[in-house]
């Protein structure tokens, strides 16, 4: 058991995903960051669908009455063992009694703790991902109360040694660009072309909704092309007959404040969306913290393709280094 | 238009097949998802079919997105509406109207709306040629509708009238989103009706409240039993006005576990539909409550 | 000797409880342990900073209803 102290902002239990239920509006909810959270859980040994805590700006305090393993990845929110710092993206053995702790968050905006074995809760839908929304999955449906008591499950595969420590060039650097890769369509073809260039050109802030569902950003209104609308669309120039939006779609209703839609968005409506974000770049942008500034870069299908496979093996490299 | 395919990043494939609403492109949007579902192409997630568009994911690992949108493009030319059955269900959907809760809702966000000086049902009505709203839910409430899509959030349905173009009802969307929208609110935006699952954000113009559940995660009652949400794509809905008696009967039913949709099994084609909307309402109308 | 309240959050720094309320403390007063100093706003949640120790506030260093980042200076506590 891991008796959960103090809840941290917004901690919630989060697997690979629910996959495959969109047609019925289920969002996939799941890790927000999958790179973070698959080393995490390569880094006690688990199973790469174990269950981790995923945790947002400000850590839990967790009392954990059985001896364990964990690794704590993503961000830089420093984790303490009995008020003592440890490094992250590494193998760490924790005893019986011992509490785990975190310090400000210095770089990006979230961690996952997965602990050998995984985060038992039970399976919804396939997954163990919470979906606050609807209340599905997880530990309730919620996110982490003070008081909750953590079960830890038998998803795991191999021992991984104590003191495990990812090599530097497998972690992520948070001291870059936000550089966010787009593929431009969808119903791009309702803005000008005008204001097409400006959603590339300038730099958009994150505002203070950011969070699971998706982040919007705050810049400069966007305008369409002039158009008698469509019937059923709605009288807005943002409303389109609605519509599947894909995960990671970028919308601007009434062309201000464009929200890229994220792990526990809506699966759809009636707004205009205009780009996707690449899969890997859902990890970064996960990463982005409120107030700070991104910029999104349009590639075209096979820069996406190609980004995708250099994150795979990426991830295969690491599975190699655990399994040495 | 021709229709638009699109990349929804690395791992989406939009298709927008008309830019506006109506019942042939709906059904079209059913045949060319139900024929890729059933040629179990390898490497795909979901299939979404929506409106007037759908939207596919799948794994690029497995199959190239240039390939699967040729794929797509060679089922638009092949899939054809003739012959084209619909296994669907017909179901009473029992609405209480003008309902407290709905009302109160729409009364804390006049400053949102387009018309701050009467209810989002008197607003639908006047801009709709209606005389009273008595007139407009005796419109909504006269002839079924399609389940066109499901999406937003679990198991809402967007819900297309089964009536000619020129006796549709179309209202705008609210001009400035609510955060707050109560559970089982009824609503109306664009050509669409909905149901919203749960409590939250929305847009639509409210007009009442569904008396029992369309999603459920606790799954308790009988017509949840397979799945949390209960409407599905193809669905015939009727929306039946209610009174206040009713609904707390209904409520009633619900909290104790009792509660069970009237619906009735029934296959039907396009062409049912679309050669007379009219007499095809009114058989449905007829199998459901008969 | 001064100590420095650090936002724990990235946000929007709020003094107040609401726009038309007063602010929680002003530089020069005396606060408890436990006393709430100001509100960061983020994901829709407001979370309360709270003075770590008895004394008096000796200065505000971000200004009501401006950015703020996780570990920025809010105030100082003397």
């Known amino acids: 058991m891991i008796k ?25 909810s799941g890790a927000m960051d999958k790179y973070s959270y698959t080393v995490g859980n390569l880094l006690v040994g688990n199973d790469e669908n174990a269950a981790s805590l995923e945790i947002t700006y400000m850590g839990p305090t967790l009392e954990f009455q059985q001896d364990a393993f964990i690794a704590v990845t993503g961000g830089e929110i420093p984790p303490k063992i009995n008020g003592e710092a440890v490094p992250m993206w590494e193998t760490h053995s924790i005893k019986a009694g011992d509490e785990l702790s975190f310090d400000f968050v210095k770089k990006g905006a979230r961690v996952y703790l997965a602990v050998a074995g995984g985060v038992d809760v039970p399976v919804i839908m396939d997954s163990r991902s919470t979906y606050t929304l609807c209340g599905v999955g997880g530990m309730e449906g919620r996110a982490l109360q003070a008081g909750d008591e953590l079960k830890i499950g038998n998803d795991k595969k191999q021992e991984v040694k104590e003191g495990t420590s990812l090599p ?5 650097d948070f001291s870059g660009d936000n550089e966010i890769r787009v593929i431009l369509g969808l119903c791009s073809y309702r803005l000008t072309e005008e204001s097409k260039k400006r959603f590339f050109e300038r730099e958009w802030s994150v505002t203070t909704e950011a969070n699971r569902v998706g982040y919007r950003f705050k810049g400069e209104r966007l305008h369409f092309v002039e158009r008698e609308q469509p019937f059923g669309a709605g009288s807005n120039a943002s409303n389109v007959v609605d519509l599947g939006y894909p995960i990671g779609s970028i919308q601007v209703p009434d062309g201000v404040e464009p929200i890229a839609l994220l792990n526990d968005a809506v699966t759809g409506g009636g707004y205009v969306t205009i780009c996707t974000i690449i899969s890997t ?39 190699q280094f655990v399994a040495q | 238009m021709v229709p638009r395919y699109e990349y929804g990043g690395d791992e989406f494939i939009f298709v927008e097949l008309a830019e506006e609403m109506s019942l042939e492109v709906n059904f079209q949007a059913m045949a060319i998802t139900k024929q890729l579902k059933e040629d179990n192409v390898p490497g795909i997630v979901d299939i979404c079919p929506s409106n007037a568009s759908y939207m596919i994911r799948f794994k690029p690992e497995e199959i190239h997105p240039d390939d699967l949108i040729s794929k797509l493009k060679e089922l638009e030319k092949t899939v ?54 008595e007139d407009l839910i005796q419109a909504i409430t006269d002839y079924p509708y399609i389940a066109s899509m499901i999406g937003f959030v679990p198991g809402l349905p967007w819900c297309y009238q089964m009536v000619p173009r020129e006796q549709q009802i179309e209202v705008p969307k609210y001009v400035r989103p ?10 109306f935006g664009g050509a669409f009706a909905v149901i919203y699952p749960v409590q939250g954000a929305g847009g639509y113009q409210l007009f009442g409240t569904a008396a029992a559940p369309i999603f459920e995660n606790e799954q308790r009652l009988h017509d949840f039993k397979d799945s949390m949400t209960f409407p599905r794509q193809g669905d015939l809905l009727r929306f039946r006005s209610i009174t206040m008696d009713e609904y707390k009967k209904i409520r009633k039913e619900v909290e104790d576990g009792t509660f069970r949709y009237l619906i009735k099994e029934f296959t039907f084609t396009p062409q049912q539909v679309l050669e007379n909307p009219k007499a095809f309402s009114d058989d449905v109308l007829g199998r459901l409550y008969a | 000797m001064a100590d420095k309240v650090l936002s724990p959050l990235p946000g929007i720094f709020y ?64």
């Not at chain 1, 530097?168 to 992520?172: A, C, M």
């Not at chain 3, 994901?43 to 971000?62: Q, S």
């Open chain 1, 168 to 172: 530097e060039e497998y972690r992520l």
């Open chain 1, 4 to 28: 959960v102290k103090n809840p941290g902002l917004q901690t919630t239990v989060q697997d690979y995903g629910r996959i495959g239920y969109y047609d019925v509006g289920m969002p996939p």
């Open chain 2, 80 to 133: 054809s509406l003739e012959g084209f059955e619909i296994k669907s269900r017909i179901v009473d959907m029992p609405i209480l109207f003008e309902d407290p809760w709905t009302h109160e809702t729409v009364m804390n966000n006049r400053d949102r709306h387009q018309d701050p000086n009467s209810t989002d049902l008197e607003y639908a009505a006047r801009i709709n040629g209606f005389d009273s709203k």
């Open chain 3, 15 to 78: 003094r107040k409880p609401s726009p038309d309320k007063d602010v929680y403390v002003n530089e020069g007063d005396s606060v408890k342990e436990g006393d709430i100093l100001g509100l960061v706003e983020v994901m829709k949640n407001f979370y309360e900073v709270k003075a770590e120790k008895d004394g008096v506030i000796e200065k505000f260093h971000v200004e009501n209803e401006s950015e703020i980042e996780a570990g920025q200076e809010i105030a100082t506590i003397s």
């Open chain 2, 178 to 187: 609510r955060t707050f929208t109560s559970e089982r609110a009824f609503g």
């Open chain 1, 281 to 319: 770049d859902l990890d970064k942008m996960a990463q982005v913290k409120t107030n700070e500034k991104v910029r999104f870069v349009s590639v075209d299908i096979e820069e996406a393709l190609q980004a995708r496979k250099e994150y795979r093996d990426t991830v295969e490299k690491v599975r």
